[in-house]
């Protein structure tokens, strides 16, 4: 069973800084390219970041370009969001999620970060 | 990236069939056949229904259906049931090599 479980999210203050954390089992994490998605509360879905299988391409939308970075350690099925620099408005349910062939196919169940003095 | 343009909301009565409209643009939608529809029920994780415009994945009922023409696709489902209700969010990869969503539409079984 393909199974993607969040976490690392919390409250923290504006300017700072929080990594989440994404950890899978039951397919091959190596093989699959890896997001992560947000929404924001009562709001829609938000494409974040990609990496690629090898983790030596990524990309990110351009709201959080320069202040998030995406990795992930094959070696233990975990995906990571390092985000900095954090807003008000990154408030916001982080999920990961998988996709094969550009379509997100897997979610996990989302980590809820708070970004509030 | 502006997002996808879906209808807030959309009802129907059991039984009944209800379209959900995405519209995209030339850079997303209109170019591509990597169009997604995604289920949302309130506190729960999105789950993909339709892919690559019109695919289900293994699981998803066939009263489910996907369609494009030019920069709009569309979700239809057919016979409706309490159990639809939820939210449904459309996505397309695009040309800057990103993805996009959809605002989201609130489908209500009357």
């Known amino acids: 069973e393909v199974q993607l479980v969040e976490s690392g999210g919390g409250l923290v203050q504006p300017g700072g800084s929080l990594r989440l954390s994404c950890a899978v089992s039951g397919f091959t994490f190596s093989d699959y390219w890896m997001h992560w998605v947000r929404q924001a509360p009562g709001k829609g879905l938000v494409w974040v970041s990609r990496i690629f299988t090898d983790g030596t391409d990524t990309t990110y939308a351009d709201s959080v370009k320069g202040r998030f970075t995406i990795s992930r350690d094959n070696r233990k099925n975990t995906l990571y969001l390092q985000m900095d620099s954090l807003r008000a408005d990154d408030t916001a349910i982080y999920y990961c999620?998988?996709?094969?062939?550009?379509?997100?196919?897997?979610w996990g169940q989302g980590t809820l970060v708070t970004v509030s003095s | 990236q502006s997002a996808l343009t879906q209808p807030a909301s959309v009802s129907g009565s059991p039984g009944q069939s209800i379209t959900i409209s995405c519209t995209g643009t030339?850079?997303?939608?209109?170019?591509?056949?990597?169009v997604s529809w995604y289920q949302q029920h309130p506190g729960k994780a999105p789950k993909l229904f339709i892919f690559?415009?019109?695919k289900r994945p293994s699981g998803v009922s066939n009263r489910f259906s996907g369609s494009k023409s030019g920069i709009t696709a569309s979700l239809t489902i057919s016979g409706l049931q309490a159990d639809d209700e939820a939210d449904y969010y459309c996505g397309s990869y695009t040309s800057s090599s990103t993805w996009v969503f959809g605002g989201g539409t609130r489908l209500t079984v009357l």
């Open positions: 999620a998988r996709s094969r062939d550009l379509t997100f196919d897997y």
């Open positions: 030339s850079s997303d939608v209109g170019v591509y056949d990597y």
């Open positions: 690559d415009v019109t």
